[in-house]
């Protein structure tokens, strides 16, 4: 979220904001909201997260008469599996799972998750510690579905996992920034908004969605029922999508933009960048 954010909507609305920065993965968000420490009055999960608290009846329906601003999300991120009839939640930012890699460490053309497999990088490989997304590389790596439920599938890829161990340098999450804009891996796996910050930070770095496929991912905005502020909180949903406010968000942080307005104000270079 860009820094000046929390201040301008306090100042447009009066309602004051306690901000908690992002967790390292949607399982500690979830542990830390089910524990109950905390009442929050809207959160900002993924795709495959937002639908587990539906299914768990954790979260409000939204009154959309207050997020007029609802209208600049493209019409492509409305309707999707997580929530098909757009009553939870609000798309934030979106993005894919890919590789980051070293030109000058690397020589072979990155197509493939296979490539963190191979032993010649053993101990330069970096890979997400994230249950999701862990699974998500080695199923689709075997030529099976990133929503796969067989239980044969997932142990079969589960294995996979443990045989690749000894070749990997570290399980992290925002810590592959530093690791690779440092030039301590020559691979990693990455979110395409942290892969566009980290090439910007070192021209050596370029990145890669392999052709078996990957995740695309959507992270988006909802309110939980434990929410004690709900019209504050749709007050807050609408404020960020507001033209500029969107566009200020995504110039900042370099994750991909459903809002319409947001996009067409990004610099031509950064609109048509494939990462």
Known sequence: IAEDTIQRFTKATGIKVIYEPPYDSNETMYAKYKSGAVNYDVLIPSDYMIEKLISE????????????NYKY???????????????????????????LYNKEMVDEEVDSWDILWDSKYKGK??????????????LKRLGYSLNSTDK????????????????VQAYVMDQVKDKMIGEEAALAVIYAGDAVYCMEENENLAYAVPKEGTNFFVDAMVIPKTSKNKEAAEAFINFMNDPEIAF??????????????AKTMLDEEVRNNPA
């Open 57 to 68: 009846n954790e979260l409000l329906p939204l009154n959309f008469d207050n997020i007029p």
């Open 73 to 99: 999300i493209d019409e492509s991120f409305k309707n999707l599996a997580y929530d098909p009839e757009n009553t939870y939640s609000v798309p934030y930012m979106w993005g894919t799972l890919g590789i």
């Open 125 to 138: 490989i970096v890979m997400m510690d994230s249950v999701r997304d862990a699974a998500a590389i080695a």
């Open 152 to 167: 044969t599938q997932v142990d079969e890829a589960f294995v996979t996992l443990v045989e690749q161990g000894p070749l």
């Open 248 to 261: 200020n968000n995504t110039d900042y942080i370099g994750y991909s933009t459903p809002h319409t307005e």
